[in-house]
């Protein structure tokens, strides 16, 4: 299993349009191959921005590079820098190799 996770620095002032962005969108993640799961997070509020974050379970690394460059990805950030910007700074990517995954 593999993880990818996007962080996102967002103004407190942009909340509402950055969630709106994300929770109104089409979820295209359901139709590609070796997509497992998709969380979208909250974390703490900071002086002068909340974390957001984007978690994502593929089977495997190479099934998450195949998303990156499918027609769906494409389509699903087509107008992600269009409009009011609402992060400070770029969205912070991270991937992990699942070592250990423990279940009900």
Known sequence: MYIAMNRFRVTPECEEAFQRR???????????????????????RRDDYVLYASHTVWESCDAF??????????????TAGEGKKLTIGPPVFEGFEVLQNVTL
């Not at 990156?68 to 990805?73: N, V």
Request: glycine share 6%.
């Open 65 to 78: 590079i195949a998303w990156t460059q499918s027609e769906q990805f494409r389509q699903a950030h087509a």
């Open 22 to 44: 994300w929770l109104d969108r089409d979820v295209l993640l359901k139709t590609v191959p070796g997509f497992v799961s998709f969380q979208f997070l909250k974390g703490p």
